[in-house]
């Protein structure tokens, strides 16, 4: 093959194949500098026993069990147990005693605070925009008043937003029915006949459908399914398809939450397809933290309480659901997850390279089933005072508990045994050395640089809290 003024010559015995493989190498560069949208949706309050795809046998997620039937289905991925430490830690890929977010009774947060996510804290909104992606985020935000802090969530990258509003002159308006929201920029008060689930799902596709040319990052995180139970405007035939008799009347309005949530979901997904944009797409969908402990999830015979603000497995383990048709394959996945692992996970697929240090692994061969270190052990903070330490089979507090956790069943998995101290020796000592460490990790400041921890999810090996 020859090159003459800018043409392509191919010798008559060099036969079809060549020109085909010669083509292909003009295009390759051009294909594989696309970059896949990302939709990320997180429901409030949503444990993984909530959905039949993780066994609930009353609620009905008929969208989310195609979703995970369809895609990778995580059976051990885990949140912090409370709203605002996961949002910091999902946006910023730090652990929670890291962001200074460990939901404290005297909360940073306080709407008579002055307090905010700050914003030297980079989050994956930034990371996306400053690759090229139009980003945008609707639903709840829970990390900083608007009223004394206008330039949020615009600040941490987000070029479109619609958040409601938790409080606004010290009132706290409703998050279902005539929401308040934060939207790009004004205050908007909506009627009564607005259903702010509803509302915010139509933002995000308005935005998609505006943006679909690409890229994209879209941030959905859910009002559904907190409190107050407030029976949504749909999908009750559906909710009620498997109630027992038995079940009570806050399970009831729970239920219908969660299969009205499933139903938003499916609108989402349903707007890929109508665009078709579905194979260009990474949807994940995942929760916050676990279940409200008001709430008793069933899973066959087994019968679950929520673990909100629980440092146990009802507390801090939630769904985790990667969908994207014709690059991630179907099927379950045993390794652990974190929500501090998205920011670097979803950063490697899209093929950004980070700029700076974050807590969290790049995990993403675990949604390809390709090779790649996986994370054996994570750690967690809440309440300023509340810390342990994890792998695969123990777990260890920092008051001295220690527990086995077999996931032979979801029964033995939630029925945490406590394990005499004088067992297993090794292996408590080995934790007792990381958690020691990750204990000492102290809150930033602008001023601080976060030091390489190391691999294989021990972030602990460096972990000292050094100031420039």
Not at 133 to 143: D, R
Not at 266 to 288: H, K, M, Q, Y
Not at 380 to 395: L, P, S
Request: aromatic share 12%.
């Amino acid at each position: 093959m020859k090159i003459q003024k800018g043409r392509i010559i191919i010798p008559k015995t060099a036969g079809l194949f060549a020109l085909w493989f010669s083509f292909l190498g003009l295009i390759a560069p051009e294909l594989s500098a696309q970059k896949p949208n990302i939709l990320l949706i997180m429901a409030d309050d949503l444990g993984a026993e909530n959905l039949a795809c993780y066994g609930n046998t009353v609620h009905q997620t008929p969208v989310l069990d195609r979703m995970a039937a369809e895609g990778a289905r995580f059976e051990n991925a885990f949140s912090t147990p409370v709203c605002t430490p996961t949002r910091a830690m999902i946006l910023t890929g730090l652990y929670p005693n890291r962001t200074g977010f460990l939901e404290r009774l005297d909360s940073p947060l306080d709407p008579e605070k002055t307090n905010r996510l700050p914003v030297h804290l980079k989050t994956f909104g930034q990371v996306f925009k400053e690759a090229g992606y139009a980003t945008a985020i609707a639903g709840k935000w829970h990390l900083g008043d608007f009223q004394r802090h206008p330039d949020q969530p615009k600040s941490h990258g987000f070029d479109e937003y619609c958040l409601w509003v938790q409080y606004w002159d010290g009132a706290r308006p409703s998050r279902y029915f005539g929401p308040h929201n934060w939207e790009n920029g004004q205050y908007v008060v909506h009627s009564d006949d607005v259903y702010g689930p509803d509302y915010y799902a139509d933002f995000i596709i308005d935005f998609i459908e505006r943006n679909k040319d690409g890229p994209f990052l879209a941030y959905f995180p859910m009002n559904l399914i907190h409190g107050p139970l407030v029976p949504p405007p749909g999908l009750k035939a559906l909710a009620e398809t498997a109630f027992p008799d038995d079940l009570k009347k806050n399970e009831r309005i729970s239920a219908h939450m969660v299969t009205y949530m499933d139903g938003i979901v499916g609108r989402l997904l349903g707007t890929l397809e109508r665009l078709n944009l579905a194979e260009e797409t990474l949807v994940i969908f995942t929760g916050d933290n676990g279940t409200s402990p008001g709430l008793t999830n069933q899973l066959g015979s087994f019968h679950l309480r929520g673990g909100k603000r629980t440092m146990n497995e009802a507390g801090t383990r939630v769904p985790f659901i990667a969908r994207w048709p014709g690059k991630v394959p179907s099927g379950k996945r045993e390794s652990f997850f974190t929500l501090m692992d998205v920011l670097p996970t979803i950063a490697s697929i899209a093929k950004i390279p980070l700029q700076h240090k974050v807590d969290g692994m790049d995990l993403s061969h675990n949604f390809f089933n390709t090779d790649g270190e996986d994370r054996t052990m994570f750690a967690m903070a809440f309440e300023g005072d509340v810390y342990f330490v994890r792998d695969h089979r123990f777990r260890l507090h920092e008051d001295g508990r220690f527990y086995e956790i077999p996931v032979s069943s979801n029964k033995s998995r939630y029925n945490m045994e406590i394990l005499d101290p004088s067992l297993h020796a090794e292996n408590r000592q080995r934790l007792q050395k990381h958690l020691d460490a990750f204990m000492k990790i102290q809150q930033t400041d602008p001023s601080y640089t976060i030091i390489p921890f190391g691999t294989n999810g021990d972030i602990f090996k460096n972990a000292q809290d050094k100031r420039q």
